[in-house]
């Protein structure tokens, strides 16, 4: 049975539900002090902690108002900096363009706190702290990317001072995600993909960062099948046949799920090589719906195009086999 959270504590959930938490460290504080041990077991993750806690405890901290205070504090900040009037961009953008430009950010990885491991080094905390600042700068902003059930294994050095791998499945109801919904606003987002001699499905996701919206694709769907399912199981994981499939979700997927949810956006930023499709995808879209042709779909998808690398060396970088690729 989950912990009903006492009248006066609500604005806890919705703390736990924004990674603004993962540089604001009283906010973490809050959910430390109602068990500190528990705290420790759950990985430090606030929405862990709320599903785990003791009922009995959080009726207390409900009657200890010093207690409440300091919730409705941090929540009152948290309400503050998503509701700014004056950031980054509205001081530098034109006001007759401030409701144009869209950036739409893709990254295989993206490490904001350890309460959501889809991550494993580097490329994830960039892409992390891009979506932090993008936040704290108020530009318009989404970003996408995948939600894997099983993550990137953890390292320990055992006693002989070899590394074992340490695999931990992500039990996404306690993950700082929540189902992405589509235009209407009600409808939970599900785009459907092409794979050779099949169709595969991929349910989006949403975390929220600040002001910031990263939306995470799985495929781990009954009506997919087994070796479907499997796609978004983990980051980096198996052969160069899984990783363009990993990819061709990522790409095309991604696309298909911001075209899903009513966004349109004026730039498409691809952190490496692994959301490399979305070109495709994007000029397929150009050439159906605006009737463009092939070469004036290209001009215009390079034209609004980047491409950022993380790790610009050959053993950093992925190489398929072109019989693969067809």
């Known amino acids: ?5 006492p009248e006066g504590l609500e604005s806890l959930r919705r703390i736990a539900f924004n990674l603004w938490f993962s540089w604001n460290f009283e906010a973490l504080e809050l959910f430390q002090e109602l068990d500190p041990a528990l ?15 003791k009922q009995s405890r959080l009726e207390a901290a409900s009657k200890d108002k010093a207690y409440r205070d300091r919730v409705e504090k941090i929540h009152d900040k948290l309400e ?5 009037k004056s950031t980054w961009f509205t001081k530098n953008m034109p006001k007759e363009k401030k409701d144009q430009p869209l950036v739409a950010y893709f990254s295989a990885e993206f490490g904001f706190h350890e309460s959501l491991p889809v991550y494993s080094g580097g490329l994830g905390i960039l892409a992390g702290d891009h979506c932090k600042s993008a936040s704290d700068l108020g530009l318009p902003f989404v970003a996408v990317g995948l939600l894997y059930r099983f993550g990137y294994f953890s390292q320990k050095i055992n006693r002989d001072g070899w590394q074992e791998a340490n695999i931990v499945d992500n039990v996404f109801h306690d993950l700082p995600v929540r189902e992405a ?26 975390v929220r960062i600040g002001l ?22 983990q980051l980096y994981g198996g052969d160069h046949d899984m ?14 799920a911001i075209d899903a949810m009513g966004l349109r956006p004026s730039v498409f930023h691809m952190n490496e090589g692994h959301a490399a499709f979305l070109g495709l995808e994007r000029i ?28 610009p060396v050959p053993a950093g970088n992925d190489a398929f086999d072109p019989k693969l690729m067809e």
Request: hydrophobic content about 45%; aromatic content about 6%.
């Open 243 to 256: 990783r363009v499939r990993q990819e061709i979700v990522l790409g095309i997927g991604g696309v298909k």
């Open 39 to 53: 705290w420790e077991e759950c990985g430090h993750s606030p929405v862990k902690m709320l599903r785990l806690v």
């Open 212 to 233: 910031t919206r990263l939306f995470l694709l799985d495929t781990d769907l009954p009506s997919n099948a087994p070796d479907d399912r499997n796609i978004t199981y």
């Open 181 to 206: 919904l589509a235009a209407d606003g009600k409808t939970p987002v599900v785009v459907e993909l092409d794979m050779p001699g099949r169709k595969v499905k991929a349910k989006v996701w949403e």
């Open 80 to 84: 503050a900096y998503l509701n700014r």
């Open 284 to 311: 397929r879209m150009l050439v159906d719906r605006e009737k463009l042709s092939f070469i004036e779909a290209l001009q215009s998808v390079a034209a609004s195009s980047i491409f950022t690398t993380h790790t």
């Open 1 to 5: 049975m989950v912990p009903r959270v």
